[in-house]
């Protein structure tokens, strides 16, 4: 297959290319120059056109140009381009060039309002307690409310709405993944208690979206990207279902 990346020279585009190119074209997007082959070098919130040039053929798009920062001071004046307007542009030049597959690189964040309720909130904080891990209500994706927390948590919502609308009204194969936590360096837990839930090594990002690109019978759904973690909150066993995807860490395995 003909796979577009874009925010393929970032930290999860990077081992996801390095992984998907075994056994697929691959080509990428991004600012930040690289001597990875098939890249172009452009700013997705600048021109729909020139995103749909390079889209010319792909049978998927793997969205992950963001930026990623969560911090409470990050708002609007950071926020805007790069996962608004790249993220509207990104998906009407997959409409636009017949594109059949979308992945969007979502967050957790869009529902991080739940960590502040009982006994989720107990669990991020590293209080376990009296909490059986077997028996806690997973958050899930479809049919549960989104409670996002920031700017940031309502820009990845935005993209998982035009993700359903493409879906529902277009047509369009689309997986919104909510992606936990991935340390651009280390690939270990933080020193957060929160880590101990939202932890995902590299590694397991890169075959958890190989998998969502080569997966048989998309439609539209939300899916939670983490490693095979003990301690849950979301319903990452769903995805790992749906997925036929095998996560090989374990945030426990580094406390
Ligand atoms: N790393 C995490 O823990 C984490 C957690 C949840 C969600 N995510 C999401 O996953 C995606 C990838 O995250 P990452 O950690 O690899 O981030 P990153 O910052 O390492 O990579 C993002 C890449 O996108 C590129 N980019 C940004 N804006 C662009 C634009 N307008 N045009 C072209 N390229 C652009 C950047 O140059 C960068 O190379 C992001 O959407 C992020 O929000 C990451």
Not at 43 to 61: I, P, Q, R, T, W
Not at 206 to 230: H, M, P, Q, R, T
Not at 239 to 245: D, P, R, T, V
Request: proline share 4%; net charge negative; glycine share 8%.
């Amino acid at each position: 297959m003909k796979i577009m990346i874009t925010g393929i020279n970032g930290a999860i585009g990077n081992v996801v290319a390095n992984l998907m190119s075994k056994d697929h074209e691959v080509h990428g997007i991004d600012v930040i120059k690289s001597d990875r082959p098939n890249t172009t070098y452009i700013d997705l919130a600048d021109s729909v056109d020139d995103v749909s040039k390079a889209f010319e053929g792909m049978d998927a798009v793997l969205h992950l140009a963001a930026d990623p920062r969560h911090d409470p001071w990050i708002g609007w004046k950071e926020l805007m381009r790069p996962n608004m307007i790249a993220t509207a542009n990104v998906y009407s030049a997959a409409h636009k060039t017949g594109v059949r597959r979308f992945i969007f690189g979502g967050s957790m964040r869009v529902v991080a309002g739940y960590e502040s309720d009982e006994p989720y909130a107990s669990i991020i904080n590293g209080n376990y307690d009296g909490i059986d891990k077997n028996k806690i209500e997973l958050i899930k994706g479809i049919g549960q409310d989104t409670r996002p927390n920031n700017e940031y948590a309502t820009s990845k919502i935005f993209g998982e709405n035009l993700g359903r609308y493409f879906h529902e009204f277009e047509d369009m194969e689309v997986l919104c993944v909510r992606i936990g936590s991935l340390k651009h360096g280390s690939d270990r837990p933080g020193h957060d208690s929160r880590s101990w839930v939202a932890f995902m090594s590299l590694r397991d990002a890169a075959s958890y979206f190989k998998s969502c690109i080569e997966k048989k019978d998309v439609g539209y759904d939300i899916l939670y990207a983490a490693s095979d973690n003990d301690w849950k909150i979301y319903d990452t066993p769903y995805a790992y279902k749906y997925l036929n995807f095998q996560p090989a860490d374990n945030a426990e395995n580094y406390r």
